[in-house]
């Protein structure tokens, strides 16, 4: 899988270049800047963008901005943002354009490489990957705009649907059966709406239609 990385500290981009190699992706280009990024992904076409959030000239929010743009003009580029800390308004907007080939990762999840590996080959696969306090944060926010229609357990296993896990890996999570998992989708999934189709993908949708109402 091939990867760009953008990432104005040196220290931390030669440092994810060498943990992403010794993972097995090819980085393609590992820049400093969001227009860097942005030449880079048009040039490479990578399988995975991985953007930090705060990069030059204001190192407020051109990652953001340049993440944006990414999934507006090459769609089939993943895209991973990493932050140091929680941003709710940054999330739902990375979400506007669905959940489809999307992450994002507070850094110090970055140190469990195996973890950080997986997340970005779901990105990579068109699969979402976010962190379990920033899908917290967008639940809870969602909760408190509306009238709640899910339990705490469904809320429970539609964040961790959200950070891309399968049915298995929710059940050993939470501690339950699979097969309870199984009722618990089919419940999520009856009380926003989501009917089967062979044309949608059931579970990115009911993230998305709760998340975003």
């Given amino acids: 899988m091939r990867v760009v990385i953008a990432e104005d500290s040196t220290l931390l981009r030669e440092g994810l270049t060498r943990l992403l190699a010794e993972a097995g992706f090819s ?10 990024l942005v030449a880079a992904v048009g040039s490479h076409l990578p399988d995975v963008a991985l953007v930090d959030i705060r990069m030059p000239p204001t190192h407020t929010d051109e990652g953001l901005r340049a993440a944006v743009l990414l999934r ?19 999330a739902a907007e990375l979400l506007d ?4 080939g999307v992450g994002y990762l507070l850094k110090d999840r970055v140190s469990d490489l195996a973890e950080f590996a997986a997340a970005i080959r779901r990105v990579g696969s068109g699969g979402s990957a976010f962190d379990p306090s ?9 909760r408190g705009d509306s009238d709640d229609r899910l339990t705490d357990r469904e809320r429970a296993v539609l964040a961790l ?43 990115v949708l009911a993230v998305l239609r709760y998340l975003n109402g």
Avoid: W
């Fill in 27 to 36: 980085v393609v280009a590992a820049v400093e800047d969001a227009e860097s």
């Fill in 72 to 90: 507006q003009r090459y769609p089939a580029v993943g895209v991973v943002v990493l932050s140091q800390y929680v941003r709710v308004s940054y």
């Fill in 97 to 100: 354009a669905g959940a489809d």
């Fill in 134 to 142: 920033v899908v917290a944060q967008l639940l809870t926010r969602r």
């Fill in 161 to 203: 649907m959200a950070e891309g896990r399968t049915n298995q890996a929710i059940a050993q999570r939470l501690f339950i059966a699979e097969r309870t998992v199984e009722k618990h989708c089919t419940s999520i999934f009856a009380k926003l709406d989501l009917s089967a189709s062979p044309h949608d993908h059931r579970r």
